[in-house]
């Protein structure tokens, strides 16, 4: 579909044969940056987390606390059954909307590595236990990590099945870290992204472009991390500012300003030519709700800043990687 770079729809279909498509779950799960011994949460954390559409929280079953929580306050069994109804909703959604046949078990929302050891072996072991599936993804943060998880989610790869770590980078930068919130340093990040590649998964890195006080050349230092773990996956995206974020209230005084869609396609197209032409692009824009959304108010949805990355480079003539390693 788009020539330039080497996105993951298509990457999907030459493998399976077929589309894929995603399941994304609300497992439940809290995160160690937003609970009291955290660090006050990212700068960009709204407490909503990243939800498919069609699982909204008020059909999840969840209630995640916007304030900081001590600990899960669901139980085991509720969560469970609700991971099965997630499951059951987002196969009959799919299904309907695009003709899906073949799907992945994604869980996505906050940090998926934040429990027990046994309570992940049973969270996970249900979701898997609902059908066939192509690939197993778990979004989490590189301080979730111990190896005992890596271990048991390198497990579930023995059936054939992909099994995915993404892992939230945001910035190769730890001022710019330190700044938003993260908890983490680049340090961190890069540790664990070799323990998820020692236990054989496959890495997803996660990169947020047009951070406050961020310019193009800390962007591509950025890219050029993500090089250096050799990352099989990329999710890029363009900052958003979430309404009731303490990254919000520092957008209405002013301290820095979002990309517009000129700024954003400059440095998405050099981050796609520095970047490793094998790694996977799997996204390249946010799609955060208006609702939620403090700036920016005007952008193109997705598609149409795909078709305009898309002619941008094709006027250019670049592609992915026709910088790597320059
Ligand atoms: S890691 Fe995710 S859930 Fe945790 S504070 Fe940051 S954005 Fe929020």
Redesign the pocket.
């Known amino acids: 579909m788009y020539s330039r770079w080497n996105n993951y729809r298509d990457y999907l279909e030459r493998l399976y044969g077929c589309p894929v498509y995603r399941i994304g779950i609300d497992g439940g799960f809290s ?1 160690p ?2 609970d009291k011994e955290g660090h006050g ?2 700068s ?2 709204d ?1 909503t ?1 990243a939800v498919a559409v069609y699982q909204r929280k008020s059909e999840s079953g969840f209630t995640h606390s916007s304030a900081f929580d001590d600990e899960i306050s669901q139980s085991l069994l509720p969560r469970l059954l609700s991971i099965e109804e997630q499951i059951q909703r987002g196969k009959t959604f799919l299904s309907r909307r695009y003709g899906a046949k073949a799907f992945s078990i994604y869980f996505q929302s ?2 998926n590595t934040y429990d027990s050891l046994e309570n992940l072996r049973r969270i996970y072991d249900r979701a898997l236990g609902t059908g066939s599936y192509k690939e197993f993804i778990v979004s989490t ?1 590189p301080d979730c990590l111990p190896d005992d998880v890596l271990s048991l989610l390198s497990s579930y790869g023995s059936s054939g099945m992909s099994v995915w770590v993404e892992l ?1 980078l945001q910035s190769a930068d730890d001022s710019t870290l330190l700044r938003i919130g ?1 908890g983490h340093t680049s340090a961190v990040w890069k540790d664990a992204a070799e323990r998820v590649h020692d236990h054989g998964l496959l890495l997803s890195s996660h990169v947020i472009l047009g951070l406050p006080g961020e310019t193009i050349d800390d962007e591509m230092r950025t890219i050029d991390l993500v090089n250096s773990v050799g990352s099989e996956g990329i999710k890029i995206h363009n900052l958003h500012v979430p309404g009731g974020t303490r990254l919000s209230e520092e957008y209405l005084e002013g301290v820095f300003t979002v990309s517009s869609e000129e700024r954003y396609l400059e440095s998405a197209e050099l981050a796609l030519r520095r970047l490793s032409p094998d790694t996977i692009v799997q996204r390249l824009i946010c799609e955060t709700p208006m609702h939620r959304l403090a700036a920016p108010r005007v952008f193109p949805d997705k598609s149409l800043f795909l078709s305009h990355l898309d002619r941008a480079m094709e006027e250019h003539g670049t592609r992915q990687g026709d910088l790597y390693g320059c």
């Open positions: 995160c940056n937003r949460g990212c960009f954390c407490g987390g906050y940090t943060r939230g993260r």
